[in-house]
Nanobody, 122 residues
Framework: QVQLVESGGGLVQAGGSLRLSCAAS????????MAWFRQAPGKEREFAAA????????YYADSVAGRFTISTDKAKNTVYLQMNSLKPEDTAVYYC???????????????WGQGTQVTVSS
């Protein structure tokens, strides 16, 4: 049973930084894509960043490219999202997700964490 547990959310001022963590368990993740999605109030869930567990290829939404960095620590089975230069429009619940193969559409992801709130004040 795959489990994804996010942590690291919180309240930060615009221009600040946060690092989200996603602890993954339940299987080996070779061949999987690990992703971060976010959902703001009243909006649909949207792709933010993804990384291939094997090989390390990374993908970013245009809205976060250059400010966010996704990475993995395979020894800890953990995925990170380093978020810099945060803006009020980054405010959302951030979800960790996993699936076999690469995709950027949330409906294609099999496994989800419970989400962590990120609030950026102006």
């Amino acid at each position: 049973q795959v489990q994804l547990v996010e942590s690291g959310g919180g309240l930060v001022q615009a221009g600040g930084s946060l690092r989200l963590s996603c602890a993954a368990s339940g299987r080996t993740f070779s061949g999987y894509t690990m992703a971060w999605f976010r959902q703001a109030p009243g909006k649909e869930r949207e792709f933010a960043a993804a990384i291939r567990w094997s090989g390390g290829s990374t993908y970013y939404a245009d809205s976060v490219a250059g400010r966010f960095t996704i990475s993995t620590d395979k020894a800890k089975n953990t995925v990170y999202l380093q978020m810099n230069s945060l803006k009020p429009e980054d405010t959302a619940v951030y979800y960790c997700a996993a699936r076999v193969g690469a995709a950027f559409t949330p409906t294609l992801y099999e496994y989800w964490g419970q989400g962590t709130q990120v609030t950026v004040s102006s």
